[in-house]
């Protein structure tokens, strides 16, 4: 039989112990969601395009591709999104015969990630170029034009980070929650 917890009947150390309890707890899921998000990715930034010009833009002449590298476009803002531009990627190893070509479109959003003041949507994965220098040029194309600052980037994947401490922050704000709830009246 489950025991039901009656909040009218709570003292005040009761009271006291939940809040903390729960304010611990979320602050600290609250920061380990930021560390998480903020920590995917190591980004160094290539060159500005233009997202209303037509021609054939070079990204990168000569690019050594590292491990986990992806190519990502970096906007200020998510007005990109369904609008009829499209983005055609060209990426050639420069002393192998090895291209490839990826259309993105921004009518259907996949893969974005924001960070900051900036909102970076992936454009191709690179692992078939890993250790190879490389030239990445791309094209866009689409009726509507957009005068926005963009550029593209190289992002890295670094993994999951977590903290020990906000992991800790959490098990005691439950521990102190439960306590709380738990811990019986004094009688008088």
Known sequence: MRKKIDFK???AKQIILIVVGFGLSVTGLVLSIILFASNLYTSEELNKISL???SVQTVCDSCVIKPDQSLWLKVQNRQIEYTDISILVRVEALNRDLSKNEDTSFQIVNFRNQFGNHVY??????????GLETRITLVRKGDDKMTNEASVALRQYDGMKFSFSYILMILIGVVTLVYGIRSKKNHV
């Not at 949507?121 to 890993?130: A, T, V």
Request: charged share 40%.
């Open 9 to 11: 009947n709570m003292t």
């Open 52 to 54: 209303a010009d037509d």
């Open 121 to 130: 949507y992936r454009l191709m994965s690179l692992d078939e170029f890993e």
